[in-house]
């Protein structure tokens, strides 16, 4: 051989070595990129302006079962996590009673915080990991939070809170007297997102025209408050009534501003591997509902021999009163109001497009995926076709508002107060018209519709205003009225065909100031062409 073909071959042979070496430098490149891209996703930011970045644990505290439980007998578990709140206390009602075991499984309960427990302290982070990951099956949370993490699919409605969320003051009338001040809350909970929420209504930014303080809880962001560390507070009962303390007065509840629902969130991988089993766990959650509403102290009992009296707040000896406390202000969905949402999902899915759209404008990272995907209204279905399941009477509060049944006859404008004048207040119209322009439109249905769409204590004064041009012969105060109460009356119209109650708005016209009335100048025109949005409480 030749030395030419040598140096042919030894060329050759290094060249192999490299694409080889390069070929396994991108294999290796390429699992520690996807290593650190699972990482991520195991990773949540929950705070505002990404200030914090937790890596999510997947070990879950011991459920707790019910005292029938026996590991040998052969049915499966189902997991759920769950926070104290009344409503949630139905799975404690579902054990006690033995609903599981009738229904082929054996419920198992993460009760967060238990009894000051540190093996119980579960993050927001945690609670969504465990779920996505399949280690438990089901977890009861908010809406928002759905929509904030997509933790796993709604299956089931729980409840509206109907004034157990709340924001506090001091010398606070409206919602617009926010601009400029200190909102404290507990990070990551269903308070941050109330706060993200009222600011929206009002078009203030919480990165620019507030100051928010974050704490790690209701009591904590409640002692800020007192401490004169904040203006306002974001939170929920029983903690937040502590705001009195230092001069706080309630300025909004869930009671007017229905945007905190509670869900039962079922795992992916649950669904996928045992829909049975899901299927099974909602039976027997509603026959539970059924068994409360049609002996309510029975119920209430049954939460009280759960034990951790102290975490639950619901005692033997005063177990009924105790339960009906908590369930005063929170509006429970029964099967026919869970019937109703899963028969046309649009009212869940518009509300889950509303709190991404919510906690994008207060820069907090939402994901990607599609709303539709979120909801699952299988199980709820075949539920309802069950006539053993359908429960004799009504929940304590039953005043769900997406519901049939819905009754606002006790809604009224009585002793209204200002809540918000809304930033929306100049309105196009066609030519020689009050028929509202496609932007008119536009802009109604981003900054009204969501809001009164979400609420049943709140009304909207719609005040006309038009302007008063130089005529020969000149305009009468009757004509100039009638134009102002057209547009006015032009917008409701609008908002009534988007499903709104036209029961819920009042009408009024108005006239320009003395020195703006038969003018010629079009900026003085223009400066009266408008039509005043004010949302009203019936009280607070």
């Known amino acids: 051989m030749d030395r030419t073909r040598l140096i042919f071959i030894a060329i050759v042979g290094v060249a192999l070595l490299a694409v080889c070496g390069f070929i396994t430098f991108s294999v290796i490149n390429n699992a520690l990129e996807g290593e650190a891209e699972a990482t991520a996703v195991a990773q949540s930011t929950l705070a505002p302006t990404s200030t914090r970045t937790v890596t999510a644990n997947l070990e879950s505290p011991e459920p707790i079962w019910g005292p029938n439980y026996d590991s040998n007998d052969g049915l499966p578990t189902y997991v759920c996590g769950a926070d104290a709140f009344g409503s949630y206390f139905t799975l404690q009602q579902m054990q006690m009673s033995g609903q599981d075991i009738a229904n082929g499984f054996h419920l198992g309960i993460v009760p967060f915080f238990l009894d000051e427990d540190p093996a119980y302290d579960v993050s927001e982070e945690q609670r969504t990991a465990l779920l996505?990951?399949?280690?438990?099956?089901?977890?009861?949370t908010t809406l928002d939070s759905v929509a904030l993490t997509s933790p796993g699919v709604v299956t089931a409605i729980v409840d509206e809170s109907a004034g157990a969320d709340q924001l506090w003051g001091r010398d606070l009338p409206t919602i617009n007297d926010l601009q400029?001040?200190?909102?404290?809350?507990?990070?990551?909970?269903?308070?941050?997102?109330?706060?993200?929420?009222?600011?929206?209504?009002?078009?203030?930014?919480?990165?620019?025209?507030?100051?928010?303080?974050?704490?790690?809880?209701?009591?904590?962001?409640?002692?800020?408050?007192?401490?004169?560390?904040?203006?306002?507070?974001?939170?929920?009962?029983?903690?937040?009534?502590?705001?009195?303390q230092s001069?706080?007065?309630?300025l909004l509840s869930s009671n007017q501003l229905r945007i905190v629902m509670d869900v039962i969130v079922t795992s992916r991988d649950t669904i996928a591997n045992d829909a049975n089993l899901?299927?099974?766990?909602?039976?027997?959650?509603?026959?539970?509902?059924?068994?409360?509403?049609?002996?309510?102290?029975?119920?209430?009992?049954?939460?009280?021999?759960?034990?951790?009296?102290?975490?639950s707040f619901v005692y033997p000896e005063?177990?009924?009163?105790?339960?009906?406390?908590?369930?005063?202000?929170?509006?429970?969905?029964?099967?026919?109001?869970?019937?109703?949402?899963?028969?046309?999902?649009?009212?869940?899915?518009?509300?889950?497009?509303?709190?991404?759209?919510?906690?994008?404008?207060?820069?907090?990272?939402?994901?990607?995926?599609?709303?539709?995907?979120?909801?699952?209204?299988g199980f709820v279905i075949r539920a309802a076709e069950q006539a053993s399941l359908q429960p004799n009477g009504r929940p304590v509060n039953?005043?769900?508002?997406?519901?049939?049944?819905l009754d606002l006859s006790t809604v009224t404008t009585g002793?209204?107060?200002?809540?918000?004048?809304?930033?929306?207040?100049?309105?196009?119209?066609?030519?020689?018209?009050?028929?509202?322009?496609?932007?008119?439109?536009?802009?109604?249905?981003?900054?009204?519709?969501?809001?009164?769409?979400?609420?049943?204590?709140?009304?909207?004064?719609?005040?006309?205003?038009?302007?008063?041009?130089?005529?020969?012969?000149?305009?009468?105060?009757?004509?100039?009225?009638?134009?102002?109460?057209?547009?006015?009356?032009?917008?409701?119209?609008?908002?009534?065909?988007?499903g709104i109650d036209p029961a819920r708005f009042v009408v009024e016209a108005t006239l320009p100031p003395p020195d703006h009335r038969n003018s010629d100048d079009p900026n003085v025109q223009a400066q009266d062409r408008y039509v005043e949005l004010t949302l009203v409480t019936a009280g607070r």
């Open 318 to 377: 005063s177990a009924g009163d105790d339960l009906r406390l908590w369930l005063e202000s929170v509006a429970q969905a029964d099967l026919g109001d869970n019937a109703f949402v899963m028969r046309d999902t649009r009212p869940i899915l518009n509300r889950l497009s509303i709190a991404r759209r919510v906690w994008a404008a207060s820069d907090v990272p939402v994901p990607n995926d599609n709303v539709e995907e979120l909801v699952n209204p």
């Open 415 to 498: 002793d209204a107060a200002t809540l918000a004048v809304l930033p929306c207040r100049t309105f196009t119209f066609l030519p020689e018209s009050t028929e509202l322009t496609l932007e008119s439109r536009r802009i109604l249905d981003n900054c009204v519709v969501p809001t009164l769409s979400q609420s049943i204590g709140l009304f909207l004064r719609v005040k006309g205003s038009s302007a008063w041009p130089a005529n020969d012969p000149p305009w009468t105060e009757a004509d100039i009225l009638e134009v102002a109460e057209g547009r006015a009356q032009s917008v409701v119209d609008y908002l009534v065909s988007q």
């Open 278 to 311: 899901v299927q099974n766990f909602h039976n027997a959650w509603f026959v539970t509902l059924k068994e409360q509403v049609e002996n309510f102290d029975a119920a209430a009992a049954h939460i009280a021999n759960w034990g951790h009296n102290d975490w």
């Open 247 to 250: 001069g706080g007065q309630p």
């Open 180 to 244: 400029g001040k200190r909102i404290a809350f507990s990070r990551g909970s269903v308070g941050e997102y109330f706060v993200y929420y009222v600011l929206s209504i009002a078009q203030l930014s919480p990165r620019s025209q507030v100051t928010l303080v974050p704490q790690d809880s209701v009591a904590d962001a409640v002692a800020a408050f007192n401490e004169g560390q904040a203006d306002a507070v974001s939170g929920w009962e029983p903690d937040i009534y502590d705001a009195e």
């Open 398 to 405: 039953d005043t769900f508002s997406i519901s049939s049944q």
């Open 132 to 140: 996505n990951a399949g280690i438990w099956d089901c977890l009861l």
